[in-house]
């Protein structure tokens, strides 16, 4: 299918992004919906803004366990709204192509196999660090078929609740969630900090990204917010090493832009937890694909499902027009 196109979509909590992509990976156009609580009518008002003749199927990485034969979401600790949604026949019906359901951390797993930082590289695992902690494993060139929830990896023997059933949760100690949290139950309780500052003094509107740019001018609370995240993080990372040895961990989501300090923290607490001879093979690397890895890999999995392999994308071409 050289000369088609296939429509990849990330379904988030907030927004929904959907992109025109090519057959060797270039996003020719992407559009943003609300994730309105009618998860179906916005996707499919998302596909028809770019919906053509041109267009040979829908790939859609989804937040949860996938059940990918009957193209529906099983369970989404974060997004539950997507739960028991029959993706795959609503819009296989709708405008008559193939559809491809997988789990987002999965499809940008697979994008950035294909054409972003994960192209040098036989093992990887890719981890998406945002409200929650999301990840993809590509094992000898392919990607893993499993369920691959290391944000849901326990952590905490005797620790926090998490929603999908299991307690202390990497996510629940390392996410976007857990540090907003920690920050406002201090700020709750007197802590002196800059982030008084913000929102208007409303402290239940502070971001992660206010909080890194506190913790930038030196504001102890957000530091150390950010430290202890990275600290837990890193204990998520050893166990990565210590199981599969992976050549890489390729990090996307929000939380990398606070990579001088919560990402440093974490690789400081890998590095004395992973046997070192591992640690020391293992690169922890950005993403190259950031927020456009989802829906390029779900493309991308639809794109080799349908043709039996994959072009490789040239080097010198953008990735967006």
Known sequence: MPDKHIIGIDIGGTNLRAALISGNGKVIRKIKEPSRVNV??????????????NVA???????????????????????????????????????????????DANAAAFGEKWVGAGREFDS??????????????????????????????????????????NSGCLELYAAANAIHSKVVSALEKGTESLLRQCCNGNIYKITAEDIYKHAI??????????????????????????????????????????????VQEAIKEASKRAFETLFEKVKIIPSLLGDDAGMIGAAGLLFSSVSGGLPQREENEANII
């Open 124 to 165: 990887f695992v890719l981890l998406t660090l945002g409200t929650g902690i999301g990840s993809g494993i590509i094992y000898k060139g392919t990607l893993a078929d499993c369920a691959a929830e290391i944000g849901h990896m326990s952590i905490n023997a005797d620790g926090k609740r998490c929603p999908c059933g």
């Open 40 to 53: 179906l009518e916005s996707l499919q008002n998302a596909v028809e803004s770019l919906f053509s003749d």
């Open 217 to 262: 001018e030196g504001d102890n609370l957000s530091r150390e917010a950010l430290k202890e995240a990275g600290r837990y993080l890193g204990i998520g990372f050893a166990n990565i090493i210590n199981v599969m040895s992976p050549e890489a961990i390729i990090l996307t989501g929000g939380l990398i832009g606070a990579w001088n300090i919560y």
């Open 57 to 103: 199927g829908i790939g859609i990485g989804v937040a949860g366990l996938v059940d990918k034969k009957e193209g529906v979401v099983l369970c989404s600790p974060n997004l539950h709204a997507v739960e028991g949604v029959r993706f795959k026949d609503s819009l296989g019906k709708k405008f008559s192509v193939p559809v491809l359901i997988e789990n």
